[in-house]
């Protein structure tokens, strides 16, 4: 397999332009930062009063790059003007350079939920369209077929951490979808909404969360939405990532860290083998030796760590994992060559 990787000018236009949006996230701060600590873990809000009324505002959690883009709020937000001026610049030069941007329906869709705040409260893209956004956080170029859209957009997101943030979306995801022509698909046993099918195509947006062995369906308070359980996206979507969608001026969003998706696959691959979503089975492969082709080449101490991490968890992963790896042989002779 041939990896081409982006020119140096796209790929730093590509971390300018996500290092910008990340300060766009914190200009808008109304009051004072208030910390709530949690099993041990740090999360900001934005403490403000209306009329009498005190509310807050969930920011993120408090790691040292939000701590010191917070320190420097008042600076952000008398920038915005020219930070919108170059993050527009920034998104042409990265299409001039050959990035694959969302198309009109993706993009409206992702820039709809940051704005109501589905990112910043937890959700997680998952799925192809996330795997797309890997060519800006590795500096790989992408062929369309590599793109190609099972029509699924999907996000995930903590039922725990979830009911924990105490702060909700500004618009509910439902209301967004019904508005860009999406219509509610019932579950077939308690009628809890969970996906939703475009009805002029076949788009499909479905909402998930961990299941640790009941794979039923649960409610996400954050984000305002139910979610289908679904055992292994425990480790998927642990410790995301940031990234940019390139619409327009570029939609921050969230997405899994590359290698934890790429063993992810691995397991999925083998869940899917035989059944109804057998194209899903060898598109799950696809993407799974392509990232294991870049990443051990570029970041081998993350693939091998993501790796004994799923192995580590119990007999029934490390035979999925084996069992897809079987149908690879090139990609299990490069996580061999790891350890």
């Given at each position: 397999m041939t990896i081409l990787s982006q020119s140096r000018a796209a790929q730093v236009a590509y971390q300018d332009l996500l290092r910008l949006h990340l300060d766009e996230t914190v200009s808008g701060l109304i009051g004072s930062v208030e910390e709530r600590?949690?099993?041990g873990r740090v999360y900001l809000y934005d403490k403000f009063r209306i009329g009498t009324q005190m509310k807050s505002r969930y920011l993120g959690e408090g790691t040292p790059a939000l701590q010191e883009r917070l320190a420097r709020a008042a600076d952000l937000k008398a920038q915005a003007g020219d930070r919108a001026g170059t993050m527009a610049r920034l998104a042409r030069v990265l299409r001039a350079e050959g990035f694959i941007a969302a198309d009109r329906d993706t993009g409206s869709l992702l820039s709809a939920f940051a704005r109501a705040g589905v990112f910043r409260l937890g959700g997680t893209l998952v799925g192809t369209a996330a795997y797309g956004l890997y060519q800006g956080e590795l500096g790989v170029r992408m062929g369309s077929e590599d793109?190609?859209?099972?029509g699924d957009i999907d996000f995930a997101s903590f039922q725990r951490l979830s009911v924990a943030l105490g702060d909700q979306v500004r618009e509910n995801p439902g209301d967004i979808l019904q508005a860009l022509k999406f219509d509610p698909v019932p579950g077939v046993g308690d009628r809890q909404v969970w996906k939703w099918r475009q009805n002029r195509?076949?788009?499909?947006?479905?909402?998930?969360?961990?299941?640790?062995?009941?794979e039923r369906v649960k409610p996400l308070p954050a984000l305002g939405v139910s979610a289908q359980a679904l055992n292994y996206l425990n480790f998927l979507i642990a410790e995301p990532i940031p990234a940019i969608a390139l619409y327009r001026s570029g939609v921050l969003v969230q997405i899994p860290r590359p290698e934890r998706f790429a063993i992810h696959k691995l397991i999925v691959a083998d869940r899917r083998q035989g059944g109804p979503d057998q194209a899903k089975s060898r598109k799950d492969r696809g993407q799974a030796a392509f990232l294991i082709e870049v990443l051990s080449q570029d970041r081998?101490?993350?693939?091998?760590?993501?790796?004994?991490d799923a192995r580590s968890r119990g007999p029934r992963w490390r035979e999925r994992i084996d069992a897809s790896l079987k149908r690879m042989p090139d990609s299990a002779d490069i996580l061999r060559g790891l350890s």
């Open positions: 600590v949690r099993n793109l190609a859209q099972t195509g076949q788009a499909m947006v479905e909402f998930l969360t961990p299941a640790f062995g009941d081998p101490d993350d693939l091998l760590d993501a790796l004994q």
